[in-house]
């Protein structure tokens, strides 16, 4: 089953410094329809203004993973961990059991990204901070892992976080298709572009919930930048 949600029909709150789109409640955006998808909690959709950003805030037993899709962003923790993210390259903070951060933009242009909550297997670990610089080219067949917290999906080459998920994403270009396999169940964002999932036309800023599948298949209308989010049921 696969059930679209259109840019246009999700939460929304515009602060002047940020404009951000909620596929499930958050802050002033409530529904109590959308209260998250499996242990997937938060995806905002962000834009976050130059020289602007969130001030140092708490967190605690949250895997939290943010896909820069336009300019940077620089990251400040209470553990002493700095880094700089810029457009196609993730992030990823263990919450555990307890972190302070800031996340600022200070670039000259506004910053575009998807900030993705997922609920931990296991609370109280240890707080820790990653991020890495992946690849650009686009897509010919599979879309990259670039997180997960499979034990078979250990490697230098990807993100960790603490539950048994996986997010893909990268770029298909314009009349390719991909064939995308499922192990629990997925969440898919159109972070540029336009494609058609099995016979439904998704857009910029669209996602979808795609559940009792084992596999889809994506077809690109245009160049288009796509994120996976696979994640178990809530147990």
Do not use: C
């Not at 679209?4 to 939460?11: E, N």
């Not at 990259?144 to 539950?163: A, K, Y």
């Not at 540029?192 to 099995?198: D, F, H, R, T, W």
């Amino acid at each position: 089953m696969i059930k679209h949600y259109p840019y246009s029909k999700l939460g929304h709150h515009d602060l002047g410094w940020l404009d951000a789109r909620y596929h499930f409640s958050f802050s002033e955006y409530y529904n109590a329809r959308r209260m998250g998808f499996g242990t997937l909690r938060v995806i905002n959709d962000d834009i976050i203004k130059a020289g602007t950003g969130f001030d140092t805030h708490p967190h605690k037993d949250m895997e939290i993973i943010t896909y820069v899709r336009k300019g940077a962003i620089t990251h400040r923790d209470s553990k002493g961990n700095v880094g700089r993210t810029e457009a196609g390259d993730v992030q990823v903070m263990s919450a555990g059991t307890g972190i302070h951060h800031s996340e600022f933009n200070l670039e000259s242009e506004d910053t575009n990204l998807f900030q993705i909550w997922i609920y931990p297997r296991e609370k109280n670990v240890k707080p820790k901070w990653d991020s890495l610089t992946f690849p650009k080219m686009k897509v010919e067949k599979t879309l990259p892992l670039l997180v997960s917290g499979l034990p078979e999906d250990r490697s230098d080459d990807i993100l960790h976080i603490h539950q048994d998920a996986r997010i893909f994403g990268g770029v298909i270009d314009r009349g390719q298709s991909i064939r995308h396999l499922i192990k629990n169940q997925a969440y898919l964002l159109v972070s540029e572009g336009e494609v058609i999932l099995e016979g439904k036309t998704l857009s910029k800023g669209d996602g979808a919930e795609i559940t009792d599948i084992e596999s889809f298949i994506i077809e690109a209308n245009q160049a288009s930048e796509i994120v996976i989010i696979d994640v178990p049921m809530v147990r």
